[in-house]
């Protein structure tokens, strides 16, 4: 793992699955796959007999930074031997087949890839080649297959992005990013105080104008306010911006009406 | 959606969500992005100021096969008008930006994009240029931001890899593939009773070797073979297989001892 020329620091916490790919045709898509490994936190690449030979420049063109795995990727000249350290092999496989195997969806790979990585048992992946995908000699060196639950119509999905989707899912798999935040780098969410301080300005401002002066309605439009102003999160920074508004709209107004 | 030349026969259920690609610079990362679409039932395309002009002929090479997504895109000159049809706008956004919005992971994205379509309410999703991804101004017209939790030491995601996440993820909103199944396609899974018949044909095999010649640890053995044969589920048609085996070892075994 050391001895790279460049690209990005990865830091690799070993407990990922081995991306096997199978006879892959493209050095562009062996860059590609690697840069999505990155982008999952998936480091081990090994290849089983790339067409055109390995290493290849172009590889390392299409990593994007991810130069760490192609660096320390391993080559094979069989699956067996590529999986030879592994005690479980998941081959994904997008059509159906006369196999009889346990078939995971790509999240449920991801949580059994995790078990097994919990259980300190080490995992492999294997990914075909671009046009055939594996062959049925490939597919008896798996105990489990997967599938990705994708548009049945149109099941043709690039070699990179069938790695993407398993290293997004073993990324995701211990992910505990909540599935909905509110950004505010700078600002804090207002407290409800904050905000009703400038409800109750703007009420004062707006009892000035004709706004506020049927009495009638009044109640009614002063609520209708308030409802709109406790939709969402309001930041303290956004408060004191609509303050300033109002301020100066207000001040504008006297000078006209002066 | 008519006159498409060519390409898979793509049905669009016409509730998800539009993407929209603010001036994307490589036509070939369009083509990607349509076969990302495909995969994942995604069909209305929107191309900001594609830099190299509309329509060049390398997207459609990268399709692979999902032309009619490109054949329909649509192409506009600011992010307005094409969002100008849409209640809701998400943006991608892989950087921290100063910014007071919103963010949800892809996943939760996808449930909130199913649940606008539900009530009948149309999204866009905006994907910036490969190199700077979206800008300031650009951020203006989105409500909500869409941060995928990726390796935070490289975050660096291709165009069409940042599509077929959200498109894969919109797909499998309301998939219902259970995370586990068995793969059986001519056989179907053995019943117990087959499971036993094969086992007490086993055991009377062995009852005619040395196998099972230790009276002490024959209970024990003949429990650690049913064990080892429960472990998975075991077809009709491999029991069928297992019978053969047992069956021709046992006649081989015969002839060797006449």
Not at 124 to 135: S, W
Request: charged content about 25%.
């Amino acid at each position: 793992m050391t001895g790279r020329d460049g690209g990005a620091d990865l830091t690799d916490p070993g407990d990922a699955p081995a991306i096997v790919l199978v006879r892959p045709q493209l050095a562009d898509n062996i860059g590609a796959c690697a840069r999505a490994m990155a982008n999952g936190g998936v480091f081990d690449l090994r290849l089983v007999a790339p067409r055109d030979g390995w290493p290849q420049e172009k590889a390392w063109r299409t990593a994007s930074g991810a130069d760490r795995i192609l660096d320390a990727a391993r080559i094979f000249n069989s699956v067996a031997d590529a999986v030879a350290d592994c005690q479980r092999v998941f081959a994904t496989c997008p059509r159906p087949r006369h196999i009889v195997k346990p078939v995971l969806t790509a999240r449920g790979a991801a949580a059994e890839l995790r078990a097994l990585a919990a259980r300190g048992l080490r995992s492999a992946i294997l990914f075909g080649p671009e046009r055939a995908g594996l062959d049925n000699d490939d597919m008896t060196h798996a105990d489990t297959l997967v599938r990705y639950p994708l548009n049945s119509e149109f099941l043709s999905l690039n070699l990179a992005q069938a790695v993407l989707v398993m290293a997004y899912e073993w990324c995701l798999a211990t992910d505990e990013t909540p599935p909905r935040s509110l950004m505010t780098h700078e600002s804090r969410v207002a407290s409800k105080a904050e905000l009703e301080n400038f409800l109750a300005m703007l009420v004062a401002r707006l009892n000035d104008t004709r706004f506020l002066a049927n009495a009638q309605k009044r109640a009614g439009m002063v609520r209708n306010l308030r409802h709109l102003f406790q939709r969402g999160e309001v930041t303290e920074q956004e408060l004191r911006t609509l303050h300033g508004v109002v301020t100066e709209l207000a001040i504008g107004r006297e000078n006209a009406e002066r």
